[in-house]
């Protein structure tokens, strides 16, 4: 499927076409699961956006840089990462206009570049558990499917799916897939310890790259517990090592904040 088609076919659906809607629908026990696992974050308290600040490594090759980031993240579709490092400043923005989702980047040698629309499907707030598809237990158009309890990284957890549900009769589910998270939650506390997805070429969506999430370290900041230490890591290898120092919540981020310049 090229770019194009996709991105017509994403118009069409988060458009809310009127076509046929899978049947899939959310376990109960994986909502329990989920609910649990955001109040153990957040203690009842409502989270609308979120701004860390933190020291980080980037590694991308043999680009290996240090520096500090500051993450801002409003709802579960708006982010933005901005970091400055040895060689620069590099954003990354996640939005969602008018239900549409996209992604795209800048560092200091470029030009705001647009990456593919398959790999905007994921959660826009992956660095942030308590706004991530974790949130979505009330929203319909998110499918949640408890898988277990589990073992990983050496850990006991409970695994929980998260899907966007899209039409049932566009490319075999394809969508769907392209949205999928999986959350592994700490089976005592149910805090999130990794999540994982894939992410794909920019030129071809059916080649599937491992994209993993580690959160660790829970502090409590502004009434909300929030991983102090994060890594992202893709086809293992860390990318992006993040050391919280500080998190400001409910701050009133504006949509305006969320744009590269």
């Known amino acids: 499927m090229n770019r194009y088609f996709l991105s017509v076919l994403l118009s069409?659906?988060?458009?809310?076409?009127?076509?046929?809607?899978?049947s899939a629908v959310s376990d109960a026990k994986a909502i329990a699961v989920a609910t649990s696992s955001l109040a153990a974050m957040t203690g009842g308290l409502?989270?609308?956006?979120?701004?860390?600040?933190?020291n980080v490594t980037f590694v991308a090759g043999s680009d290996n840089e240090s520096g500090t980031g500051t993450f801002y993240a409003k709802g579960n579709d708006e982010s933005l990462l901005d970091l400055s490092l040895d060689q620069g400043r590099r954003r990354?923005?996640?939005v969602s206009t008018g239900?549409?989702?996209s992604a795209s980047g800048k560092n200091a040698a470029s030009a705001v570049g647009k990456f593919a629309e398959h790999n905007a499907l994921t959660d826009a707030v992956w660095f942030s558990?308590?706004?991530?598809?974790?949130?979505?237990?009330?929203?319909?158009?998110?499918?949640?499917?408890?898988?277990g309890q589990d073992q990983k990284n050496g850990l006991t957890v409970e695994h929980l799916r998260v899907f966007h549900k899209m039409p049932a009769d566009l490319e075999d589910g394809l969508l769907s897939r392209l949205?999928?998270?999986d959350f592994y939650l700490d089976s005592t506390s149910l805090l999130p310890l990794v999540v994982d997805f894939k992410v794909h070429p920019n030129d071809n969506l059916s080649v599937d790259i491992p994209e993993e999430i580690l959160f660790a370290n829970y502090q409590a900041f502004g009434g909300v517990r929030i991983p102090s230490h994060i890594a992202r890591l893709i086809n293992g290898t860390v990318t992006l090592d993040i050391a919280v120092t500080n998190a400001v919540v409910n701050s009133g981020?504006?949509?305006?904040?969320?744009t590269l310049q």
Do not use: H, K
């Open 99 to 101: 239900g549409i989702p």
């Open 253 to 258: 981020l504006a949509d305006s904040q969320f």
């Open 179 to 181: 949205s999928t998270m």
């Open 92 to 94: 990354e923005l996640r």
């Open 12 to 22: 069409l659906v988060l458009a809310g076409t009127a076509w046929a809607q899978t």
């Open 46 to 54: 409502p989270v609308t956006d979120i701004t860390l600040n933190a």
């Open 129 to 147: 558990p308590v706004l991530s598809s974790l949130s979505q237990t009330a929203n319909p158009d998110y499918v949640f499917s408890y898988l």
